[in-house]
């Protein structure tokens, strides 16, 4: 089994410091965020970017100030932004960061319910996005939210509207009105997927840390940070991303899996070495 992938979920664009007060919002903020996640064992930061006043923003230029902060410090994490954003943005507005040129970042697949919210990712806003990340030579995390997502973005694969092998998906169960975070649909996702490709869970919620430890056995790698999460147990907030990213770390050793290095994650993800 290869190394354990871990990515950190530093902001997310909903969570906020009236949730958990180590939520980051400004450049200072996420570069200690990403930094703690780092040091604690994450390869792959999933960025999302804040005004300095917490209010979610998808533009490029935020997206090139924090990324550029983060890169200095760490120069080797892998970086993946956000083209989900936040609900009720526009397609044009979430596909600023593709402009930067990032390794990877998210595609997101599929319209579902979020919370009180609509997640809007109707067919076309779903080509323009493959079409945005094929010229850009972006490979796409597929965050499926929904069991039918899958579906929807193996056929576009297959159409070649969206790029294709080895595809790297992301299944994020347990948001309000979406797949729940149980084992027995984590398994069912796992193999509907094609073989060759990689997968990372995300569960939301108290389901953090219970869908990580089968994601761990199962061979997948596993996604937490303050974007789905602000507890460290029952009850206990979090401090930092790091500590979240030390539970898993901690989770995966005494199962007997290491952690993957950025360099590590990079060939997993069959992305271009650094050198
Ligand atoms: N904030 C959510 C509505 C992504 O990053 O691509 C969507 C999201 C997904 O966070
Ligand atoms: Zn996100």
């Known amino acids: ?156 694969a297959r159409k070649g509207e969206v790029p294709g092998d080895p595809m790297q998906f992301n299944f994020v169960l347990g948001v309000k009105g979406c797949t729940p975070a149980t084992v027995q649909n984590l398994v069912w996702m796992v193999n509907a997927i094609p073989a060759g490709s990689t997968w990372t869970s995300t569960g939301v919620g108290r389901a953090a840390f219970t869908l990580a430890a089968p994601t761990i056995v199962m061979g997948g790698n596993v996604r937490v940070g303050f974007e789905d999460n602000i507890y460290l147990s029952r009850g206990v907030k979090a401090v930092s991303n790091g500590e979240l990213v030390e539970k898993v770390v901690r989770l995966s050793r005494e199962l007997g899996r290491e952690i993957a290095s950025p360099e590590e994650a990079r060939r997993i993800l069959s992305l271009k070495p650094l050198k």
């Open 1 to 156: 089994m290869e190394k354990l992938i871990i990515t950190a979920a530093i902001c997310g664009a909903e969570v906020t410091k009236a949730n958990n007060p180590a939520v980051p919002y400004t450049v200072e903020e996420m570069v200690n965020e990403a930094r703690s996640a780092y040091n604690a064992g994450a390869a792959i930061i999933h960025v999302h970017v804040r005004e300095d006043d917490g209010t979610p923003t998808q533009s490029r230029e935020r997206f090139r100030v924090v990324m550029d902060a983060i890169r200095r410090e760490l120069p080797d994490v892998i970086m993946i932004p956000s083209t989900g954003g936040a609900t009720g943005m526009s397609p044009e507005e979430r596909l600023q960061p593709t402009e930067l040129f990032p390794e990877m970042a998210t595609l997101d697949c599929g319209t579902c319910n979020f919370g009180d919210e609509i997640f809007d990712n109707t067919m076309p806003t779903m080509r323009a996005f493959g079409r945005r990340m094929i010229e850009n030579g972006i490979k796409p995390e597929y965050e499926c939210f929904e069991m039918g997502h899958i579906d929807t973005i193996l056929d576009m």
